[in-house]
């Protein structure tokens, strides 16, 4: 059975630190793309930061760029988000999610362009 499982939320201070993991079971996550999204309540959710099969290649978005590193290990089939210098607009539900070959070259901030999603971990930042 495919399943990403998000680990290593909680609640910081401003400014503070979170290593996110995603853990793939029941498929080789070196065959995909990984992606973290987020979603704070009320808004839709949206494409954090993308690393590519081998890390060759990482995107960020323009508002955690400096501040998160996206990184993989393929041999522990699992794909690490580290948020530093945390900040209250960071609050959201982080999700992580495959996009396979077939999607190669589209959106990767894009949901429509993942296969497998996880189910989330709560990331709170507040004083």
């Known amino acids: 059975q495919v399943q990403l499982v998000e680990s290593g939320g909680g609640l910081v201070q401003p400014g503070g630190s979170l290593r996110l993991s995603c853990a793939a079971s029941g498929f080789r996550v070196d065959y995909y793309a990984i992606g973290w999204f987020r979603q704070a309540p009320g808004k839709e959710r949206e494409g954090v930061s993308c690393i590519s099969r081998y890390g060759d290649a990482t995107y960020y978005d323009n508002s955690v760029k400096g501040r998160f590193t996206i990184s993989r290990d393929n041999a522990k089939n699992t794909v690490y988000l580290q948020m530093n210098r945390l900040k209250p607009e960071d609050t959201a539900v982080y999700y992580c999610?495959?996009?396979?070959?077939?999607?190669?070259?589209?959106?990767?901030?894009?949901?429509?362009?993942?296969?497998?999603w996880g189910q989330g971990t709560q990331v709170t930042v507040s004083s």
């Open positions: 999610a495959a996009r396979g070959t077939r999607y190669s070259g589209t959106d990767y901030s894009a949901p429509r362009n993942y296969d497998y």
